[in-house]
């Protein structure tokens, strides 16, 4: 697949919200990619404080699950939260129009 990077104009930006498994959002995201992208770049991870260590047990479970999901491509940044960022129900992918001048 063509990466993302390498495009005439920027990239789609892609956005998913999930409650539950983190490999399962970012597969399902992935599937959404327009036809002959593959992910590059960054990503971001905004999951609840509630989540990680205190779900799980153990640090690291998400970033984890969707670094698997997304391979060395791309990295991964983000915080913990206390839903300043949510909820919101969208997933899918839209140009960014802060990287265009329009947003």
Do not use: W
Not at 19 to 29: N, Q
Not at 68 to 88: N, Q
């Amino acid at each position: 697949k063509e990466d993302l990077s390498a495009g005439a104009g920027p990239p789609p930006t892609g956005i998913s919200a999930f409650t539950g498994d983190a490999a399962e959002a970012t597969r399902l995201l992935l599937q959404k990619l327009p036809d002959g992208l593959r992910a590059t770049g960054s990503v971001g991870l905004f999951p609840c404080f509630t989540r990680g260590v205190n779900r799980y047990g153990a640090e690291d479970v998400e970033s984890g699950a969707v670094s698997k999901m997304i391979g060395e491509s791309a990295r991964i940044y983000g915080m913990f939260a206390h839903g300043e960022l949510g909820p919101s129900t969208y997933s899918g992918f839209a140009p960014d129009a802060a990287v265009d001048g329009k947003g």
